[in-house]
C-alpha cells in the first residue's frame, strides 16, 4: 500500500494487541479527539470517542455527512452496552444471540449516558453494536469509551471491504487506519429498533431477518415498508453509489455493460460484457455479500457506463444483497 504525508499510518491488526505501540497509538489518537479506521467483519469503521462531541464533528466532516445522520456506537461486551443503552427483556435475547456480531441494537438512551448528542444526532435512542473485531472491542475497552464509527467512505460512496480502499478514499482525512484483511461478512450490521411497539428492522445487513425471528419467536415489524418515510435516518435512499448506472435484475447483457453474476446460469449476451465478475459461481448469498462491494467497485473501474446485474434470492443475506444494490441503483440526488 502506498504511504507518504498526504496518506494515513497503516498498521497491521495482528500487531494491534494488548500492551502494544500499535494498541497505544490508536487510544492516543482517539484519547485526543481524532480519528481511526478499524476493520470490523462487517465493513471497515471510521472511528472517534463517541463520548467528545468535536471528535464525533471530525467523522461527519471527513465523511461530508448529513449531522442529522445518527452514528452506531460500538462497544467491547453487553456490559460496556448497558451502561449507555436500556434493553429490555427481546433486545437482551437478541444480544445474547448475536453479540459479538453483525447486528446493531436501537434502544432507548439511558440517562446520563456520556455519549454526545452529536453521536445519536439528538435523539432519545442510541444504536449500540458490539462487533466481531477483537481489534476494535480492544480498542473500545482501553480507550474506556465506546467508538462512534460509521462506514469509512465518503457519504454516498460504496462501504470499504479493506485497508486500500479506506486509504483510497480518505486519504490523510483519517490519521491512522488498521489494516485486518478483507471483511468477512462483507454488508453493513442489521439494525433492529427495540423501542416502541415491538422489534421492527430498520435495515437489513449482516445477521438475517429469518435467524433474529427465530430467536425473538415473532415476526420483526417493518416500518421501511409500512411508511414513505424511512425510520432510521440514515436510510437515504441513493447511496453506494459507483460512478456507473445501476441496472437491477439484468436478463440479459447488452453492447457496453459489465455483468455482476450470480450462481451458475449462464445469462444470454454474457459475452458482449467489457468485465463479467460472478458473485458466487455456486450461489452461495455469504460469498455474494463478502464480495459485493469490492466487484462493485471493480466493475466501476472498468469503464463500463451500466453496470447488469443478474438476480438474486431475497432470503437470508440476499435481503441485504438486494437492499444495497437498490440503493445503488436508486436515482442520484443532482450535485
Ligand atoms: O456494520 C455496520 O453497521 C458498520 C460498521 C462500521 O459497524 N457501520 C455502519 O454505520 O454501517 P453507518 O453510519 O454507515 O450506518 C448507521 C445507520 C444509519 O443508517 C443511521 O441512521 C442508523 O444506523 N442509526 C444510528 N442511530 C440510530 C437511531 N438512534 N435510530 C435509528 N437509526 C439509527
Ligand atoms: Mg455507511
Redesign the pocket.
Known sequence: MPSGPDLPAVRPAAALVAGSTVLDEAVAVLAGGGLVA?P????????ADATQEQAVAGIYAAKG?PGS????S?VEDFAAAERHGLFDAEAQALAAAFWPG?L?L?VP?RPGSPVAER???G?????L?V?ASAS?RLVAATLGRPLA?????RSGRI?PTTAADVVADLGSRVALVIDGGPCR?G?????I?CFGDGPAL??P??ATVEAIEAVLGRPLRRPELDAAR??????LLSHYAPAAAVRLNATSVAAGEALLAFGPQAVPGADRAIATLNLSPSGDLAEAAANLFTMLRALDRSGAGVIAVAPLPRTGLGLAIADRLARAAAPRPAT
Open positions: 478499524l470490523t467483519e462487517t465493513v471497515y469503521g471510521l472511528a455527512r445522520n445518527p452514528l452506531i460500538h453483525p446493531t436501537v438512551r453521536t445519536t444526532a435523539l432519545p435512542t442510541l444504536a453494536r462487533p476494535m464509527a460509521p462506514s469509512a467512505n462501504s461478512v454488508v453493513e450490521s442489521t439494525i429498533g430498520l435495515r445487513g449482516g424511512p425510520s432510521a435516518p440514515g436510510q
